[in-house]
């Protein structure tokens, strides 16, 4: 088992930026490729970013190409979501999630483990 918790969602101003983390705990984190999904009132889930298990490959949603960036300390069994140039748009609860293999992957499905999440706010 593999549990996760994210942490630095908040209230930003449009043009903002924030960082998200997220800890891992149980099993061994270096083998598990990780991603960040976000939901917001209304909306179906949607994928943000991904990473390898070993951070060589990366993953975007075209929406945050360019603002956002994926990365992770497997020391710190930890992957981050730095968000820039926050937009209203962006405003929603954001998922850590992970999975068994070791390869990104950019569906909800495919992933075994997910944190409560944590709300990102963007005002105008």
């Known amino acids: 088992q593999v549990q996760l918790v994210e942490s630095g969602g908040g209230l930003v101003q449009a043009g903002g930026s924030l960082r998200l983390s997220c800890v891992a705990s149980?099993?061994?984190?270096?083998?598990?490729?990780s991603a960040w999904f976000r939901q917001a009132p209304g909306k179906e889930r949607e994928f943000v970013a991904a990473?390898?298990?070993?951070?060589?490959?990366?993953d975007y949603a075209d929406a945050v190409m360019g603002r956002f960036t994926i990365s992770r300390s497997n020391a710190k069994n930890t992957v981050y979501l730095q968000m820039n140039s926050l937009k209203p748009e962006d405003t929603a609860v954001y998922y850590c999630?992970?999975?068994?293999?070791?390869?990104?992957?950019?569906?909800?499905?495919?992933?075994?483990?997910w944190g409560q999440g944590t709300q990102v706010t963007v005002s105008s």
């Open positions: 149980g099993r061994t984190f270096s083998s598990l490729a």
């Open positions: 999630a992970a999975r068994s293999s070791g390869f990104l992957n950019s569906s909800p499905e495919r992933h075994d483990y």
């Open positions: 990473i390898s298990r070993n951070g060589g490959n990366t």
